[in-house]
């Protein structure tokens, strides 16, 4: 029988226990690092956040990356806007002490990066005002009260605008992950987690129901390959 994808699911992923140790989870950002480069993941996020930029040009920018992980998704953008000569301030949040360890550590060598251990859920409306918030493969980790709860919270925060990229709960993209994870995928944890997130994923018309309680904000909601959803909200800004 086919896995009924009708509703987000609300099992809790392997990780979302943070008793990883900081061994394994180095193997399982490995893991995720490997998918995101191979299927464009990164990119997605990297090309929003530029579009953000160039709609609001400054001399300097402050980012925000919640649910940074390993961060490696700020070494990204870092390598990318020293390449462009663009100035910035590069700022890591996560739950995760481990994974910020490990963040610190792959990051050593980049000045402008910074990581705070901070609960997303637990934002206040003077933490971390900045330009761009960035959240890539964590909005699926949180119910839905909560995340309404934190995108309220991001678009106070970030004065240009706040990027989404996360999974597109599908069929399609659970059973070819299955296969896709046979050959790319080499732990355990990052395999199962992998199922487990994409039915915690998102329909368009989900991200458009959320999108109603930011009626202040401007919204745009595109899918892209391979099974992501890319949404670029920019706040104080009617439809
Ligand atoms: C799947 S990882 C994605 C990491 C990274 N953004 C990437 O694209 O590789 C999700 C991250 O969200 C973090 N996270 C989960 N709940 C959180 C919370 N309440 N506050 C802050 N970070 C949280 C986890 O620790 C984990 O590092």
């Avoid at 579009?51 to 990204?76: F, N």
């Avoid at 910035?88 to 990066?113: P, T």
């Avoid at 999108?211 to 919204?219: A, F, Q, T």
Wanted: proline share 1%; charged share 25%; net charge positive.
């Amino acid at each position: 029988m086919l896995i009924d994808l009708s509703k987000r699911s609300e099992q809790a992923e392997l990780m979302d226990d943070f008793r990883d140790t900081k061994q394994n989870l180095r193997l399982v950002f490995a893991d995720i690092n490997r998918v995101n480069t191979i299927l464009g993941g990164s990119s997605i996020t990297i090309n929003a956040v530029v579009e953000l930029m160039q709609s609001q040009p400054k001399d300097m920018y402050t980012i925000v990356d919640m649910g940074c992980g390993d961060g490696y998704m700020l070494r990204r953008l870092s390598a990318y806007c020293k390449k462009q000569n663009i100035e910035v301030r590069l700022v890591g949040i996560d739950l995760n002490a481990q994974a910020l360890q490990l963040a610190k550590e792959f990051s050593s060598n980049y000045d402008n990066i910074e990581f705070h251990h901070q609960d997303i859920l637990a934002l206040k409306s003077t933490d971390f005002n900045c330009d761009i918030i960035m959240n890539t493969l964590t909005m699926h980790h949180f119910l839905d009260l909560d995340v309404i709860t934190f995108l309220r919270k991001f678009n106070q925060l970030a004065s240009i605008g706040v990027v989404i990229n996360d999974l597109h709960r599908s069929r399609w993209a659970y059973y070819l992950f299955k296969v896709f994870s046979l050959i790319f995928i080499k732990t355990k944890t990052a395999k199962i987690d992998g199922l487990i997130s994409i039915s915690k994923g998102f329909t368009k018309s989900d991200l458009i129901q959320y999108s109603k309680s930011l009626p202040n904000s401007k919204h745009h909601i595109e899918w892209k390959w391979a099974f992501r959803y890319i949404w670029i909200m920019k706040p104080n800004q009617l439809n």
